[in-house]
């Protein structure tokens, strides 16, 4: 997934009635969606780090 689809799934599930709980959920959800790409800060270092590490770690179940 890239990171818009990442955004609407997180944004999708915040609008379900976790918006009625509080009101941080929205972000929350969002932050928590794009997550698993935060990997994707390696390109901007070398592209060697960035395909050893690319869909990796972050991905998987830690």
């Not at 800060?41 to 070398?46: A, D, E, K, W």
Request: hydrophobic content about 45%; overall charge negative.
């Amino acid at each position: 997934m890239d990171p818009l689809a990442h955004t609407l799934a997180g944004a999708t599930l915040a609008e379900t009635r976790l918006r009625d709980w509080t009101p941080l959920s929205v972000p929350a959800l969002i932050l928590g969606a794009n997550a698993p790409d935060i990997d994707a800060v390696t390109m901007f270092v070398s592209r060697d780090l960035s395909l050893g590490c690319r869909r990796g770690w972050t991905h998987g179940v830690l």
